[in-house]
């Protein structure tokens, strides 16, 4: 299957009451504080080789589902939030479809619902910025410190995601960092302390979690028809990421291993 070069919003999507959406999850806890509700979107102008949802990938696929119900939904776990939990949108990239992610949040703010965006950071601009007013907690994913293994990685550079995190720490609103650990691709230790170094004089970092990679999308790969490039690739061993979590703790405070 071939993905085209996607934009930086979804094509021909003129519903603007309505989030193209991959999947729901309800009572999420891997994706931000607390109990979440989980709003996958469609589209993704990554291509990395370690995607778990590559059927995510494609601007034209999913389900249109109205910013109404999706609202309808969450109110209806409220009970279950508590102080820590809300909404997350993750993806796919959510900032494909930022401008109705502005009326999305504004419309859970308005309810008293958390909102935590989990994003690649491939888009910065006004609504990228108005989006990230109105976010509670980023979830940052940096790939990789280094451009050209970042490029390997992913199949873009990095340098637009770090500005999101430079503009996101101006902002003084709160951030986690997320990094998947790939044996072969982001393990080697000179970037490891690189990509630390670059994030320890941020304040607004109040985490950061290393994900360990693994093989359970391999199958949708395959049922794809996609060529996977990492299907002989073995997750990281306890040792390695009890390493890694040493190198990032040198230079930034609450590192976990999810």
């Known amino acids: 299957m071939y993905f085209p070069e996607q934009p930086n919003h979804l094509l021909n999507d003129t519903d603007f009451d309505s989030l193209r959406i991959h999947s729901l999850e309800t009572f999420g806890t891997h994706d931000g504080p607390g109990i979440r509700m989980v709003v996958f979107v469609q589209g993704c102008q990554f291509r990395c080789l370690y995607c778990q949802n590559p059927d995510s990938i494609d601007v034209h696929g999913g389900s249109l589902v109205t910013i109404d119900e999706l609202v309808t939904k969450a109110l209806k776990q409220k009970s279950y939030f508590g102080k820590q939990g809300g909404v997350t949108v993750s993806g796919g990239e959510p900032l494909l479809q930022r401008s109705k992610l502005i009326t999305f949040f504004d419309r859970l ?3 008293g619902i958390n909102t935590c965006l989990d994003s690649n950071g491939r888009v910065l601009d006004a609504q990228t910025k108005e989006v990230l007013y109105r976010t509670d907690l980023l979830l940052l994913d ?6 050209e293994w970042h490029k390997k990685l992913t199949g873009l550079n990095n340098s637009i995601t770090l500005k999101v995190a430079e503009y996101r720490e101006s902002t003084g609103k709160p951030m986690w960092l997320r990094y998947v650990l790939v044996p072969g691709w982001t393990d080697q230790e000179e970037y490891l302390h690189e990509w630390a170094k ?5 304040k607004t970092v109040e985490r950061v979690e290393i994900i360990p990679f693994h093989q359970l999308g391999k199958h949708k790969w395959e049922l794809l028809n996609m060529e996977y490039a990492l299907a002989d690739t073995a997750s990281p061993t306890a040792e390695t990421l009890e390493k890694v979590k040493a190198i990032f703790s040198l230079y930034l405070d609450n590192v976990k291993v999810k």
């Open 109 to 111: 703010h308005e309810q």
């Open 198 to 202: 670059h994030f320890s004089g941020y």
């Open 142 to 147: 940096v790939k990789h410190i280094n451009e």
